[in-house]
C-alpha cells in the first residue's frame, strides 16, 4: 500500500515520524498533564489550557493539532481532576481525543508531594484515502475509508516540590491502531506502548530571576529513544525565554508574557536541523493559560 503525499512523505521517512504517534509539543513544560496524568491538581487552583501547533509551514497534509485542557484540585481531599480533548490532523488521518484525567495526591515531607495519576478516554480515527494520491489505484486497501472509536488507560507518577519535579507516565496501556505514514507507506498500523518521563528543577538566580532546566524522555518500543531538553528563565515572575532541543530532530526559542495575574501568553518557534528544513517555514505553537483562584496560589509561583 503506498500514499504518496510528495515533500510530506520525504520528510516524514527522513524525519522518522514512525516513532512519535501520539501529538508532540515544545511548550509540553507549561501543560503537563498533556503527557502525564498525575499532574491534574497540582497547582491546587484551577487551569485552562488552550494550545495550538503547526508543523512544517507551507507543507500540504504536515501535522496540526490542537489542544484545550481543563484541570482543578477537588477541595482539600487531594484528588484531582482534568479533562483534555486534542485534535489532531496528518495527510489523510485525523484524530480526536478525550480523556479523563484523576489523581490523588499524597504529602510525603513539608515540601514533597507524589501524586498518582489515572487517565481514561478514547480518540475517534478518521482516514479518508481520497485525501491523498495512490500509486497503485487499484489497491483494494484504499476503497474503504477508516472511521473507529479507540479507547485509551494510561497511568502515571508525579512527585514535586516547591523547585522541582520528576515524573513517569504510559499513556495508553490497550494495543490500538493509528495512521503510520511512513513505515507502512500510509497505511493503519498497531499502536505500541509509550513511557514518558519527566523532570525539571527551578533555580532562584536572582530575586527578579529564575531558570528552569527541564526534560521529557520518550521512549517507544521497538523505535530510538526521544529526548527534549529545554531551558526557560523567568524575569520578574513576568517575562520568559528560552530554547529547547529536539533530539535529531529540531532547536526552538520559546517566549512568554504574563499579561495579568491569571493570563499567560505562550509562543514557540521549531526550525528543524536537517537538510528538510529546505521544504518548510518552521513550525509553530501558540499558547494560552488561564489560571483562575490564583490568589490561593503560592505567592511565589513554582514556574510549572
Known amino acids: ?92 488521518a485525523s484524530e480526536i481525543f478525550l480523556d479523563i484525567n484523576g489523581s490523588y495526591t499524597i504529602r510525603t515531607s513539608d515540601e514533597g508531594n507524589l501524586a498518582f495519576g489515572l487517565k481514561l478516554g478514547g480518540r475517534h ?59 507502512n507507506g500510509g497505511s493503519v498500523a498497531q499502536e505500541r506502548l509509550h513511557l514518558f518521563l519527566i523532570a525539571g528543577y527551578v533555580f532562584d538566580l536572582s530575586e527578579s530571576i529564575k531558570f528552569k532546566p527541564a526534560v521529557l524522555a520518550k521512549a517507544v518500543n521497538g523505535a530510538p529513544l526521544s529526548i527534549d531538553v529545554s531551558g526557560n528563565f523567568l524575569f520578574n515572575e513576568k517575562f520568559t525565554a528560552g530554547l529547547a532541543w529536539r533530539w535529531d530532530d529540531s532547536i526552538s526559542a520559546l517566549l512568554g508574557f504574563q499579561a495579568s495575574k491569571s493570563l499567560y501568553l505562550g509562543f514557540a518557534y521549531d526550525l528543524t536541523n536537517s537538510n528538510y528544513s529546505n521544504y518548510n517555514s518552521g513550525t509553530y505553537e501558540v499558547m494560552l493559560r488561564y489560571e483562575m483562584f490564583k490568589e490561593q496560589a503560592l505567592k511565589s509561583p513554582r514556574f510549572f
Open 1 to 92: 500500500m503506498k500514499i504518496r503525499y510528495s515533500i510530506l512523505l520525504i520528510l516524514c521517512v527522513i524525519a522518522g515520524i514512525n516513532a512519535q504517534q501520539d501529538p508532540q509539543y515544545t511548550q509540553y513544560m507549561y501543560n503537563t498533564m498533556t503527557v502525564n496524568p498525575a499532574y491534574a491538581g497540582s497547582n491546587g487552583h484551577s487551569i485552562i489550557n488552550l494550545l495550538g501547533r503547526t508543523q512544517w509551514v507551507g507543507v500540504d497534509g504536515a501535522p496540526d493539532s490542537q489542544t484545550l485542557s481543563y484541570d482543578t484540585p477537588l477541595g482539600y481531599s487531594g484528588v484531582g481532576l482534568g479533562i483534555n480533548l486534542t485534535n489532531d490532523r496528518i495527510g489523510p
Open 125 to 183: 480515527l478518521n482516514v479518508d484515502w481520497s485525501k491523498g494520491l495512490s500509486q497503485h489505484s487499484d489497491d483494494q486497501n484504499l476503497a474503504t475509508n477508516i472511521n473507529k472509536f479507540l479507547p485509551t488507560v494510561g497511568a502515571g507518577l508525579y512527585y514535586y516540590t516547591n523547585n522541582w519535579y520528576l515524573g513517569a507516565a504510559i499513556p495508553n496501556f490497550i494495543s490500538t491502531e493509528h495512521y503510520d505514514d511512513v513505515k
